[in-house]
């Protein structure tokens, strides 16, 4: 089979010497520039082609189902640090403080932030897939979580203020007793084997709230007229983990 070596650039259309002819492209920054949703296009069409070809060797038979794809974590468990057990302890102890003296002085204090839904509407964003896809992820996004989970004392605030009865020793304790003693390598402290530790009405808005993406897209297209899909987890280019969704239900997942 012949390939066809492109002799102008896409983008600019001057003509290309043997080296920039193999990716289609000239040196000029501009042009560079401009190629990068071609770029991320076909990136994303080879991720889709690898997801049709291995679901099609998990579940034969299952072709016609579309494919979709959602980030996924691949860290490995392990041991909390101690460093960062002891970062997580004073980060609370912390928050807890400045919210529970500070009532008067809000504008001071950091409040609860929400986060970006990526245009998922309130009533999309309770559909049970959601979870379902986050647990097939694993959580990618809990990697920004860091040593203090997005926790402000503008947090503490709505907990006080959803849990009136309770000391602020009480909520502390919610807290410090959260922490778990094994967590994925490198993530939010929080970020345990079984998912967050920290109960939802613990968490941060932005941990609430936030879906990516990735998972956006995906919910809208599970939710629209083909409603059986094949969603993969994936890693860079690596495709990690497979779900098999119908009728907006996850019913089986493969580790690739
Ligand atoms: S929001 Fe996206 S990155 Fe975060 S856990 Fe869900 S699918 Fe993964
Ligand atoms: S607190 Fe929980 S949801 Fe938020 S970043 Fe950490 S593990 Fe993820
Ligand atoms: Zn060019």
Known sequence: MSVIVPKQCRVCKT??????????????PDCRR?????????R????????TQLSSSFWSGQLSHKVAYVPANTQPIEALPEQRQKAICKHIVEIVHLASSDKENQLDTP???????????ESQARLPLLGS???LCEGYCCSLGGDTA??????????????PDLTIEQIENQYL????????RGSCVFHAASGCALPRELRSRVCNDFICEKLANTVVKCEGFESQYVVAAVDGQRVERLAKVDGMEVHSVKIV
Do not use: W
């Open 150 to 163: 997005f926790l402000v004392p503008g947090v503490i605030r709505r907990v006080m203020e959803l849990q």
């Open 111 to 121: 409040v609860d932030r929400t986060a970006t839904r990526n245009g998922i509407s």
């Open 133 to 135: 896809l986050c647990s």
């Open 177 to 184: 007793s959260s922490i778990p003693e094994q967590h994925y």
């Open 15 to 28: 003509e290309l010497n043997r080296h920039e002819a193999i990716r289609g492209i000239c040196m000029s």
């Open 44 to 51: 994303e069409q080879s991720i889709l082609a690898d997801i």
């Open 34 to 42: 401009s190629d990068i949703p071609f770029q991320l296009a076909k």
